[in-house]
Nanobody
Framework: QVQLEESGGRVVQVGDSLSLSCAADGANFDTYFMGWFRQAPGKEREYVASINWSSSITLYADSVKGRFTISRDNNKNMVWLNMKNLQSEDTAVYYC?????????????WGQGTQVTVSS
């Protein structure tokens, strides 16, 4: 098992950049596929990005490709989501996720979420 805690969410303006952090607490962190999901008000949770154990593979939803970057440091048990050129539709609660088997959409373990609000 792994426990996840996100941080870094805040209110920003359209076009701003923001970095979200995820701290993982558990054994064998480097064996987990890690990911980010988000949920906008009144909508279902949406896959954002994922990364494998060695950082050699990263995947992104079409809506964020080219703007968001997922990264990890296994020595620090940390995962980040670096977001650029934020738009109003990026407003959502962002969740850090982990999965032992699913790279495309890792969703076995979830953090509590951190709110990102993009205002114009």
């Amino acid at each position: 098992q792994v426990q996840l805690e996100e941080s870094g969410g805040r209110v920003v303006q359209v076009g701003d950049s923001l970095s979200l952090s995820c701290a993982a607490d558990g054994a064998n962190f480097d064996t987990y596929f890690m990911g980010w999901f988000r949920q906008a008000p009144g909508k279902e949770r949406e896959y954002v990005a994922s990364i494998n154990w060695s950082s050699s593979i990263t995947l992104y939803a079409d809506s964020v490709k080219g703007r968001f970057t997922i990264s990890r440091d296994n020595n620090k048990n940390m995962v980040w989501l670096n977001m650029k050129n934020l738009q109003s539709e990026d407003t959502a609660v962002y969740y850090c996720t982990a999965d032992q088997f699913n790279l495309e959409k890792p969703a076995r373990y979830w953090g509590q979420g951190t709110q990102v609000t993009v205002s114009s």
